[in-house]
């Protein structure tokens, strides 16, 4: 199985959208339906960054209102500080009549976060392969204070360093992990493999030929 980098990953993004011509909105939407694929009833919570990671658990939420599952969403943000790709589809999903509950303090994240134990699964869209050093604010509360409910990882764990496979001073623990394209590398390290569960690399429409020479 290939693995890439973070940055390898990146590169191989932005070679897809730029050179090949592929928006990130399909992208984007590819990677959320993938993981939709995972989920067959509700209700469905999903925790939600503020990056491209969260965007993609916008998707989820969408689809996951579509087939007419109870949706439940957190951010741990501010609606106004999603940009790009992301914002179009948490707007979608909230056009949708799809509720945010957003949360900015770390009692609130954690309290919110906690409150999603009567949920069937949960989908962990917090933190993407950008995170290094150690997780800390209400990301750190709202893992910690993550339910013991089956949890698809969007791309990995939040948490989890995508290089090294170690963990960022906390992790969620996933029963089932979707990453986009490539494993990462940091999932060859054994530490990893207990954060990651099941692993399902999708194919979301990069070409290989984004990846080579990396």
């Known amino acids: 199985m290939r693995t890439l980098t973070a940055a390898q990953m990146r590169e191989a993004d932005r070679r897809c959208i730029e050179d090949i011509g592929i928006p990130g909105a399909v992208l984007m939407n590819s990677a959320g339906g993938a993981v939709f694929r995972e989920i067959d009833r509700g209700p469905v919570g999903v925790v939600c960054g503020k990056g491209n990671n969260g965007g993609d658990g916008y998707v989820v ?9 109870e949706t439940r969403v957190v951010l741990l943000a501010r609606p106004d500080e999603i940009r790009g790709d992301a914002a179009t589809f948490m707007q979608v999903y909230q056009n949708l009549g ?3 509950l957003s949360v900015i303090e770390e009692d609130a994240a954690e309290e919110a976060v906690a409150g999603l134990k009567d949920c069937a699964v949960l989908v962990d869209a917090l933190l993407g392969t950008g995170i290094t050093g150690t997780v800390h604010g209400p990301a750190r509360a709202a893992i910690e204070a993550w339910p013991a409910v089956r949890t698809i990882a969007v791309d990995l764990p939040s948490g989890l360093n995508a290089d090294t496979g170690e963990v960022c001073g906390c992790c969620v623990k996933a029963d089932v992990t979707v990453t986009f394209g490539f494993a990462k590398k940091g999932f060859e390290n054994p530490t990893a493999r207990n954060y990651i569960g099941r692993l399902v690399v999708a194919d979301i429409g990069i070409p290989e030929v984004c990846a080579e020479g990396l």
Do not use: C, V
């Not at 939420?61 to 599952?69: C, D, E, Q, T, V």
């Open 98 to 100: 799809g509720e945010i």
């Open 61 to 69: 939420a969408r689809l996951a209102i579509l087939a007419g599952f």
